[in-house]
């Protein structure tokens, strides 16, 4: 059964006992189901004690970064082989780490195969700014984002991966507007042609395909009730256990709409 998705990505807040004591609210406050999968992205430094006080019936941790050397003399930085049994998940290519850290499309590709070849679920960010998308260039920089992510994988490893459709135009760090439902469909629909292209239909209908842009209780289910959205990243909202328990609740209907549809 084809679930949606929740990412909350918690960027650099919470410390350990702020964000123990959230997963604590979480847990009483989102339930279990079958046809919903909920995850977490802590800081790294949290990533351990939570791993602890999880319920795995109802959530998964995700890494908000790695580094894409599997061991070695790389001060400061975490592999994701050192993530293997901690994160299921990692998230790659954030837009904050693209911009403030200069992250370029070769870096995200390695970043890309060592979380594949490290048992890691990447979910892929990719996104145009506000002034590609001015310049009417998002389908080129998603083409360029996309193809060159996942050129080291099979079809196998990419229909298991995750992308995330997160214009940086409409991510709150960067004051974002929030997109209109209308603009998020043609896009959604490009990422799935783009791996249909490279990898054929079969991968393409398997990939799951977020959207992440200052989502919240409130515009969370319009986007999830686009075709072929798998759910959404949820950045600021997801700190907050009330907006980021409603976004969950939002998923769950709208995942139930679409199977109530499927079975007549
Ligand atoms: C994000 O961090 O990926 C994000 C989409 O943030 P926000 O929801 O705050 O815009």
Not at 31 to 58: C, F, G, H, W
Not at 110 to 119: I, L, Q, W
Not at 188 to 204: H, M, V
Not at 243 to 261: G, L, P, Y
Request: net charge neutral; aromatic share 8%.
């Amino acid at each position: 059964m084809r679930k949606k998705l929740v990412v909350g990505n918690w960027k650099m807040h919470l410390n350990t006992s702020q964000a123990s004591l959230l997963l604590h609210r979480l847990h009483e406050r989102i339930k279990i189901y079958r046809n919903i999968e909920v995850v977490l992205a802590p800081t790294m430094l949290v990533l351990q004690p939570l791993s602890l006080q999880i319920d795995r019936r109802k959530f998964r941790l995700a890494a908000q970064n790695a580094y894409s050397k599997d061991e070695g003399a790389f001060t400061g930085e975490v592999s994701f082989t050192q993530l293997r049994e901690l994160a299921h998940y990692a998230i790659i290519g954030h837009s904050e780490r693209r911009i403030y850290f200069h992250e370029d499309l070769d870096m995200i590709r390695d970043k890309v195969t060592a979380a594949v070849r490290n048992d890691i679920t990447p979910i892929l960010c990719v996104g145009e700014t506000k002034a590609e998308h001015r310049a009417g260039e998002t389908k080129q920089v998603l083409h360029d984002q996309i193809t060159s992510a996942v050129s080291n994988l099979t079809a196998r490893e990419v229909a298991e991966m995750v992308i995330a459709y997160e214009p940086v135009w409409a991510i709150s760090t960067f004051q974002g507007d929030l997109a209109k439902v209308s603009q998020i469909q043609p896009m959604f629909d490009f990422i799935r042609n783009q791996i249909s292209e490279l990898y054929g239909k079969r991968t393409a209908d398997k990939v799951r395909v977020l959207y992440g842009g200052s989502v919240d209780e409130n515009t969370a289910r319009g986007y999830m009730d686009l075709q072929g959205c798998d759910g959404v990243l949820v950045g600021g909202a997801s700190i907050n256990y009330h907006k980021f328990s409603e976004i969950v609740k939002a998923a769950h209907r709208s995942q139930t709409a679409v199977e109530d549809k499927d079975n007549g």
